[in-house]
């Protein structure tokens, strides 16, 4: 491989650390069931299509029926804008490994006009408005699938498409890859965000990947003790400023629900863990990401690529991308983390809850 080719690869994958904020991986927490389980056979009420309209019709004339929806929703769009215009904005799924579902949903906004890096976390239970064309081609392709209460899920978007092949024919943004032109989609219509590119990742490489980086200096917020042999999660931390090593900062990410010090089971919002990822990735941009550890990324080379998929394939993307890093790496860049804002108290449709996203 060329020099030139492989420093241009290097700095790809700091641009991915940088956009990623070192792999965060929020996966289920214990408790929840997966994503795509059918919890009953019942009729779903709140979430099932509505019934066609009565067709309207005179003898002799063809039958007028009223126009198939436009989109994905019934005209669902968040109360504010959120990215800059003219920003680049890549879509970052955290893929658990018990599941496969995507928990972690992140959006990382590269603001070159205002030199701001920005990350966008929507909570993965929002309930999302599907429109009857789309529920009805969940229910003609899959309707096992389209029984399941929780599949209006905001994570559970990439079932959807995978069962009712989106734009697989007709092609997309991302080519026949038909759970990220859903993604792009669905985004842009409710949120107002077009997406540039996208990455996934696998949990696999989260410890490895902290670890290469000699760890990440968090103040834990609480005592934090959960386990579950199941995931082969262990979290034991206590309160206080203090080193994470790879297996700790996965437990701090991750925790949700656990015991207190008197011996009490308390389960926190998800609003608890979203602030928690955006502390750790604010910790480790202000901490790992600067030219002096550019050195490093020879060591995690193969730690990201066995662990991320991504658009960015093509070779004037990846030179795309290096030049994008230098800047980012050289221009003092403002970072800044948001969470998605749901209303106050989440809704239970056919037993269960979703998180209602603040609209129009």
């Known amino acids: 491989m060329q020099k030139k080719t492989k420093i241009a690869l290097i700095i790809l994958c700091s641009t991915i650390i940088v956009l990623s904020g070192v792999l965060i991986l929020i996966i289920r927490p214990s408790g929840n069931e997966p994503t795509e389980t059918v919890s009953t056979d019942e009729p779903i009420d709140d979430i099932t299509p509505t019934p066609e309209p009565p067709v ?9 029926q009223d126009p198939e929806p436009v989109g994905l929703t019934n005209g669902q769009r968040y109360y504010k804008d959120l990215v800059a215009e003219g920003s680049r904005n890549i879509l970052l799924i955290g893929q658990d490994a018990v599941y496969h579902a995507y928990d972690t949903i992140i959006v990382v906004s590269l603001d070159e006009k205002n030199k701001e890096i920005k990350l966008i976390n929507f909570p993965r239970d929002a309930y999302i408005d599907y429109n009857d064309k789309i529920l009805n081609q969940l229910k003609e392709a ?25 734009k697989y024919e007709t092609g997309g943004k991302f080519g026949k890859v038909t759970y990220m032109n859903f993604w792009a989609d669905l985004l842009e219509e409710i949120f107002g965000i077009t997406i540039d590119d ?36 262990y979290i034991h931390l206590e309160p206080g ?5 790879g297996e700790q900062a996965e437990g701090f990410v991750r925790f949700r629900q656990g015991y207190t ?9 998800v609003y608890f863990r979203q602030k928690n ?42 030179v795309e991308y290096s030049k994008l890093a230098q800047k980012v790496l050289t221009g003092n ?28």
């Open 241 to 245: 400023y203090q080193l994470l090593n």
């Open 56 to 64: 309207i019709s005179e003898p002799d004339e063809e039958t007028v």
């Open 142 to 166: 899959d309707p096992e699938k389209a029984k399941d209460n929780s599949i209006q899920k905001m994570n559970a978007a990439h079932a959807i498409a995978i069962s009712i092949l989106y």
């Open 198 to 233: 996208y990455i996934i990742i696998r949990t696999e490489g989260f410890r490895e990947i902290v670890d290469a980086f000699g760890g990440v200096y968090v103040d834990v917020p609480i005592y934090m003790h959960y386990e579950d042999p199941f995931q082969n999660l």
């Open 333 to 360: 860049y403002k970072y800044s983390a948001t969470i998605v804002e749901c209303e106050e108290n989440p809704r239970l449709i056919n037993g269960i809850s979703y998180e209602i996203l603040k609209t129009k």
């Open 261 to 269: 010090p008197e011996g009490e089971f308390k389960t926190y919002s």
């Open 277 to 318: 990822q955006n502390a750790f990735l604010k910790a480790f941009y202000e901490q790992h990401v600067n030219l002096k550890n550019l050195g490093k990324l020879n060591d995690i080379v193969e730690i990201v690529k066995k662990n991320v998929r991504t658009s960015v394939n093509e070779w004037s993307e990846i």
